[in-house]
């Protein structure tokens, strides 16, 4: 069985960008990192921002970011078990690469109702060079 890329950090061949992404490895990471950038929020809280990721999942999710250090979780000693998550000082220089994504996917990514439709890049750059000969 091998190791998750998280686990391999210590043996990437010199890629910086390697190493990044090896921190946000999964589908959810990012937009749990994207939401946790707004301050503290419990499980459930999170679920319902994320409705479309499973318990398991998000509690796997939550627990690979907590091991790397991205994420801290506090649990208080209280009936009903409440459990707060947050982004660490290392989660909290992700900042800018998190708002980056989310900056270029608002500029970028069109969805038509089903959801399927990138914006057509090629389309843009044809009309834009067009505009410039005509200049």
Not at 48 to 53: C, E, H, I, S, W
Request: charged share 20%.
């Amino acid at each position: 069985m091998s190791l998750p890329r998280d686990k391999l950090t210590e043996n990437f061949p010199g890629c910086p960008v390697e190493a990044t992404l090896s921190f946000l490895d999964g589908k959810w990471k990012g937009v749990i990192l994207f939401h946790l950038m707004a301050g503290t929020h419990r499980f459930n809280e999170l679920r319902r921002k994320l409705p479309a990721v499973t318990q398991r999942m998000l509690t796997k999710q939550l627990r690979e970011l907590e091991e790397s250090g991205l994420v801290s979780r506090t649990v208080y000693p209280v009936v009903p078990p409440r459990v707060d998550y947050a982004l660490t000082p290392l989660g909290q220089t992700l900042r800018p690469v998190i708002t980056a994504l989310a900056v270029w996917g608002e500029q970028n990514v069109f969805c038509r109702p089903d959801g399927r439709q990138l914006r057509d890049v090629t389309a843009d750059t044809a009309s834009a060079a067009a505009a410039t000969v005509q200049a």
